[in-house]
């Protein structure tokens, strides 16, 4: 079975600021996982993805997160916030097997002060 | 340099009432997605489409049909609208199925009366 929970529904930052936002997953297979940005009245935009290859994923815009199978743990992290990050962003799990098995985060939403 | 591309953008029907949403994507994938977004739920699967030729429920199939036309167009049809399908629809595609970026239309804001 799979699962993906977004530790956080909201984050308020202020600009400049690093971003952390928490996603912590679970999968009986070996998992891709990704990440997604959604501005408002928008469609989702793939901001970076992990398919085993290396742990520490970089993204668009200066994001990226980091694969933790120990902690099972793909983090969103960003040093500096922007006013244009806020957004809503999804953590996104999927299985590499038979099936379709995707199951999205209930997404954490993100909010930036000037 | 459309992407995919849904129709219409807003809707608002009384219960009871049909209607399709449409989708087509130009960048010659072969799967296709429908999604609902509803607040604090994410993204559910509502259907999907691995080939052309083939469909398949997803998560919260009840209430919805789709067909898929061919390889660009897949479309999801509500026979009889209820409030409970008040949400934003998404369509989505990809190349080589779930472990590949999936890249999302705008959105279909559906409001049952």
């Known amino acids: 079975a799979q699962s993906v929970t977004q530790l956080d529904s909201h984050v308020s930052v202020s600009e400049g600021t690093p971003v952390l936002l928490r996603c912590n997953y679970s999968?009986?297979?070996?998992?891709?996982l990704f990440w997604y940005v959604q501005h408002p009245n928008k469609g989702l935009q793939l901001l970076l993805k992990y398919t085993s290859a290396a742990t520490l994923v970089k993204g668009i815009n200066g994001f990226e997160a980091e694969f933790k199978k120990s902690e099972t743990s793909f983090h969103l992290t960003k040093p500096s916030a922007h006013m244009s990050d806020a957004a809503e962003y999804f953590c996104?799990?999927?299985?590499?097997?038979?099936?379709?098995?995707?199951?999205f985060g209930a997404g954490t939403r993100l909010f930036v002060k000037a | 340099n459309a992407g995919v591309t849904q129709t219409p953008k807003f809707q608002v029907l009384k219960t009871g009432q049909s209607m399709t949403l449409q989708c087509a994507q130009d960048?010659?994938?072969?799967?296709m997605y429908w999604y609902r977004q509803d607040p604090g739920m994410g993204l559910r699967l509502i259907y999907y489409s691995a080939s052309e030729g083939t469909t398949d429920k997803g998560e919260v199939p009840n209430g919805y049909n789709v067909s898929r036309l061919n390889k660009r167009e897949f479309s999801l049809r509500l026979e009889s609208a209820a409030p409970s399908q008040t949400s934003v629809y998404f369509c989505a595609s990809s190349d080589r199925g779930q472990a590949a970026e999936a890249f999302f239309g705008q959105g279909t804001r559906l409001t049952v009366v």
């Open positions: 996104v799990v999927s299985a590499n097997t038979g099936g379709f098995k995707t199951i």
């Open positions: 960048m010659n994938h072969n799967s």
């Open positions: 999968s009986s297979y070996s998992p891709s």
